[in-house]
């Protein structure tokens, strides 16, 4: 990610601590290919992580290695904390402009 100036950083910071911002940048993040678990772990970072895991039911050390980029989180770990922020992993059809699916 680009280095952002110190204000910038702190109004981002605020503004993930609404539920519904963290949700749309969430969203947002993957959309413009930015990892989720990058994402994540900016998000939960910015809530607290003891705060998160309270709230999710997951030990904070199991957060910390869910979102360290040197791991790889499970399908359920990214489940239980996607529906904190009312969001579910899903799959769906790479379409090709032009093209016909089969």
Do not use: C, Y
């Amino acid at each position: 990610m680009a280095k952002r100036s110190k204000d910038w950083n702190e109004g981002l910071a605020r503004d993930l601590r609404d539920p519904e911002f963290a949700r749309a940048f969430l969203m947002s993040a993957v959309e413009e290919g930015i990892p989720l678990q990058q994402a994540l772990a900016k998000v939960i970072r910015t809530m607290g992580v003891t705060e998160f895991a309270a709230k999710v039911g997951i030990a904070s050390s199991n957060i910390q290695r869910a979102i360290n980029p040197h791991h790889n989180p499970t399908q359920a770990t990214l489940t239980r904390l996607l529906k904190a922020f009312r969001l579910k992993l899903s799959v769906a059809p790479i379409t090709r402009p032009g093209r016909h699916a089969a």
